[in-house]
């Protein structure tokens, strides 16, 4: 009887395990984009739109390499 129950269990937790979540059916389409020298992150995903300064540890905005600000 243990046994049958040990294998049940097993297998309900199993079975549960084929539906992939709704947080991982959603693709997130984030860019960076370089405005005025700071980095922008641009989220164009399921609801399109969304802009954030990308920021590091110390909370400061990354700034954008020379070569990819215009003159």
Do not use: H, W
Not at 44 to 57: D, E, F, L, M, R
């Amino acid at each position: 009887m243990k046994k049958a129950i040990f294998i049940l269990t097993a297998l309900c937790t199993v079975a549960g395990c084929d539906r992939a979540t709704p947080q991982a059916a959603i693709k997130a389409d984030i860019n960076e984009v370089c405005i005025s020298g700071v980095v922008y992150l641009v989220y164009s995903g399921y609801s399109q739109g969304g802009i954030t300064p990308k920021v590091n540890a110390d909370f400061y905005p990354y700034t954008c390499p020379q070569q990819a600000i215009p003159n």
